[in-house]
Every structure is written in structure tokens, then in C-alpha cells.
């Protein structure tokens, strides 16, 4: 069973940096597709971030290009979201999730990031 586990959120200021972890383990990811995502209160999930395993292409939302970067160690088979410049707006639960070949999708249970103004 994969499992996903997030680490690294807390309360930082405006203007700060945080770096998420998220940790897979119980599979194969040689083809999988990374994704990190946040949901603030009242809000739906939205998409922030994603890299490709083999080859490391990445995307990203266009509210967090150019402060956010995603990253993965293939070693520790764990993706990172290292985030800069964060406002306030940014706060939010991070979800880590993975999408294997057949669309099969797991998902993290989320860590928070607060940022205050």
C-alpha cells in the first residue's frame, strides 16, 4: 500500500520560507507524477506544484511561480516544495499526492502552513 507522509509546515511571517517534505514509500515511482496541493478554509483544493519522477519536469500554479520549487530525491524517494517569498495568502493545508499508471491516486494527509501578515 503506498503511503504518502507530509512534513515541514508551520507559522512563518510574510515574507518567509518554509520547505515541505513528502515521503513515499510501498511502491514504484519510477512513472509516477508528484503533485502538491492546498486547500484553504472555505475554499476547494486547488493545484500548486508537480514534477514528473523520471525526467523531473515540473509545472507549477501561476500564483506560486517564481517563489515556489518543487524538487524530488529519487534516493529517499521524497518530493519537496521549497517556498519563498510567502504571503499570507499562501496559508493553507498542503496536500502531497501520487498519480501511478492507471491514473491510481494516493494522497497524504496534509500539513499545515500558516502565514502571518
Known amino acids: 500500500q503506498v503511503q504518502l507522509v507530509e512534513s515541514g509546515g508551520g507559522l512563518v511571517q510574510a515574507g518567509g520560507s518554509l520547505r515541505l517534505s513528502c515521503a513515499a514509500s510501498?511502491?514504484?515511482?519510477?512513472?509516477?507524477?508528484m503533485g502538491w496541493y492546498r486547500q484553504a478554509p472555505g475554499k476547494e483544493r486547488e493545484f500548486v506544484a508537480r514534477?514528473?519522477?523520471?525526467?523531473?519536469?515540473?509545472s507549477y500554479a501561476d500564483s506560486v511561480k517564481g517563489r515556489f520549487t518543487v524538487s524530488r530525491d529519487g534516493a529517499e524517494n521524497t518530493v519537496y516544495l521549497r517556498m519563498n517569498s510567502l504571503k499570507p495568502e499562501d496559508t493553507a493545508m498542503y496536500y502531497c499526492?501520487?498519480?501511478?499508471?492507471?491514473?491510481?491516486?494516493?494522497w497524504g494527509q496534509g500539513t499545515q502552513v500558516t502565514v502571518s501578515s
Open positions: 499526492n501520487i498519480v501511478l499508471p492507471g491514473a491510481v491516486t494516493y
Open positions: 514534477i514528473l519522477w523520471s525526467g523531473g519536469g515540473t
Open positions: 510501498g511502491g514504484t515511482f519510477s512513472s509516477a507524477v
